[in-house]
């Protein structure tokens, strides 16, 4: 049985590495090298923490406060675009506590499974990314994140997830040499993180070594069908006799997806980020600075990187140097003794993450085709749910049981 997989982010290269280990054969097609896209300048963070989804009460407030400001975390670019339109209006929709109450068990879940794969990869010789169950910290400044902070510390203990509120000595005392300005933190003992780039080419290789036909910086452009099924994957290089679709084309998905006849709701959501190397800024934890939505990871003994922003943009606009002044402005108002530059934009990572109209990732056999799968819209999550999304996609594909209910990741939801 052949498989052909559009996008060779971590969703895509997961999809085929399992579906791979069950006998399938796998070719990945993506429109780029496959050398940098949003897979590979994240966080790192593998987070069950992180099950509040990103239409949540109060981010369109924030947002229209943040609108003007160019340096803010949350920026959405004015622009006549339909799509963007649909997404909004879905978005506004689902931004309520109802809808946070309801993603909380399902973003936990797939969180939780996927974190126990990557642990089998890391445990591996055939693996070396850097996994480390160190844990998170979350930062907060004033006494209103400080009350959120501590109702998510009991959401998260409901959800059976080891996490605990500090107040500011106990917070302070976890990063020794440094002064914190900080009213306290919450101490995720759940989350773990790795070295995304490290963890991409790592499942490059091993895809490779395992016979997985890569086929990078190819067009998809079209298909051929027999009745309900998708018979050939058509590019602007060549053609693959297919017996299974694999959407998971990450920020790219929703022109993918009217290719195939498929209404994606998805924007791209841009994020930079900065990778110091041998540099004298050093961290014991990954680390969240809640007001500046900014997040740090020391990486390994050499690197620490610097990320955050979430800019609904075009993919055709360039990359703004406010955004890492912001980015940067952030980190100094939680830790005054670093002074960070602004380093020159070509020393500055930027990429599209797929945000669906929910914050729920698309995980689904699609009702058009009898042969198609569509996984995508992970939001900041990719990297955090990719193992656990590759698994799920190989269970739809084999017609298995799948390793927890998928009804809230359903493409038709909305």
């Known amino acids: 049985m052949k498989c052909t997989i559009i996008g060779g982010g971590i969703i895509g290269l997961s999809s085929a590495y399992f579906l791979r280990q069950a006998g399938w054969e796998v070719t990945v097609i993506d429109r780029t090298d496959i050398q940098n896209n949003c897979s590979y300048g994240n966080a790192g963070y593998v987070c069950p923490s992180h099950f509040i989804p990103l239409a949540a009460p109060g981010i369109i407030t924030q947002g229209l406060q943040w609108l003007l400001n160019s340096r803010s975390p949350f920026y959405i670019q004015p622009r006549f675009d339909w799509g963007l ?124 070594e395992d016979g997985v036909n890569i086929r990078s910086e190819e067009n998809f452009i079209g ?40 209404s994606i709701p998805l924007v791209g959501g841009r994020g930079y980020s900065i990778t110091l190397e041998d540099s004298p800024y050093r961290l014991n934890y990954p680390s969240i600075l809640h007001e500046g939505k900014v997040a740090i990871t020391p990486l390994d003994d050499r690197h620490i990187r610097f990320g955050g922003t979430m800019e609904i943009t075009g993919t055709n606009v360039p990359p703004k140097r406010t955004r890492i002044e912001g980015l940067l402005n952030s980190v100094k108002r939680f830790i005054p003794e670093w002074d960070i530059p602004v380093p020159s934009m070509e020393k500055v990572w930027y990429g599209y993450r797929p945000c669906s109209a929910d914050g729920l990732p698309y995980i689904d056999r699609v009702s058009k085709w009898d042969n198609c799968i569509v996984a995508t819209g992970h939001s900041m999550l990719g990297i955090s749910l990719g193992a656990g999304t590759g698994k799920l996609v190989e269970e739809l594909a084999d017609e298995k049981p799948t390793s927890m209910p998928l009804d809230p990741f359903k493409l038709n939801r909305f």
């Open 223 to 262: 298909i051929e069908r027999q009745g309900r099924r998708i018979s050939e994957v058509i590019t602007d290089r060549d053609s693959y006799h297919t017996d299974l679709l694999v959407v998971a084309s990450g920020s790219w998905s929703r022109e993918v997806g009217k290719i195939v006849g498929l």
């Open 85 to 208: 339109a649909d997404w909004g209006v879905k978005f506004m929709r689902k931004a309520n506590a109802e809808h946070v109450a309801d993603s909380a068990i399902p973003l936990r879940n797939i969180a939780l499974l996927s974190q126990k794969l990557y642990e089998e990869w890391a445990a591996s010789p055939r693996f070396q990314f850097g996994y480390d169950h160190r844990g998170l910290i979350e930062y907060v400044q004033t006494e209103s994140s400080a009350d959120h902070a501590r109702h998510t510390v009991e959401k998260a203990l409901e959800l059976g997830l080891q996490a605990e509120y500090l107040e500011y000595d106990a917070a302070q005392a976890l990063e020794p040499e440094l002064e914190l300005l900080i009213k306290g933190a919450i101490r995720f003992g759940c989350d773990a993180h790795l070295y995304p780039n490290q963890l991409m080419h790592n499942l490059l290789s091993v895809l490779q």
